[in-house]
């Protein structure tokens, strides 16, 4: 993948997926039958959910600190805190774990900072660290398995999401924003 690098002052991208942190929460706009906002409640190990509105629908307790939230398009919940050792997982609609993805071997540290996920649930994930420590871009399937590093051409990237047709990934690094052209 090539990268195109563009200022962050000058940076107007259309957001495919409503990524937005409060501090330690993460709200995403997960598009199912109602459509609704997930927050990532940080300090206790939750998950509310919430109509668009901003009343409670619910909230699921989970094992980590859910401080990055993805949603695959047939529901699942990625959630991922880069507190040690950086963990990711995947839950079902209620929260039960079904996957804990490991770090490639070739990764020391695991600092997940960003989740994203295709239309065929492919997992993207960025991992906080300088280049020569792992950080870059990775790739998981939806089984959790680890499908491959995606680009290393970053320095300790902090977000990742897709354009709204899936072809380019945006990576927010450090103080400017990189797209790749997916291939």
């Not at 706009?29 to 509105?53: A, F, M, P, T």
């Not at 609609?93 to 239309?119: E, Q």
């Not at 051409?153 to 924003?177: A, F, H, M, Q």
Request: a negative charge; one cysteine or more.
């Amino acid at each position: 993948m090539e990268p195109t690098n563009i200022n962050s002052q000058s940076c107007h991208l259309p957001m495919c997926h409503l990524i937005y942190r409060i501090q330690f929460s993460g709200v995403l706009h997960w598009n199912d039958n109602q459509e609704c906002l997930l927050v990532g409640e940080v300090k206790q190990n939750y998950i509310s959910r919430h109509r668009l509105d901003g009343s409670h629908i619910n909230s699921i307790k989970v094992n980590i600190s859910p401080r990055y939230i993805a949603v695959t398009s047939t529901d699942k919940i990625i959630i991922s805190s880069p507190s040690w050792p950086g963990t990711v997982q995947i839950l079902d609609p209620t929260g039960n774990t079904l996957h804990t993805l490991n770090p490639p071997s070739c990764v020391p540290y695991m600092c997940p900072c960003g989740i994203c996920c295709t239309a065929g649930d492919d997992i993207y994930i960025s991992n906080n660290q300088s280049a020569s420590m792992g950080g870059g871009i990775y790739c998981y399937s939806i089984s959790g398995q680890y499908v491959g590093c995606v680009t290393k051409e970053v320095n300790c990237p902090t977000g990742v999401t897709l354009s709204e047709d899936d072809n380019k990934l945006i990576v927010v690094e450090k103080d400017r924003v990189k797209i790749f052209s997916r291939q």
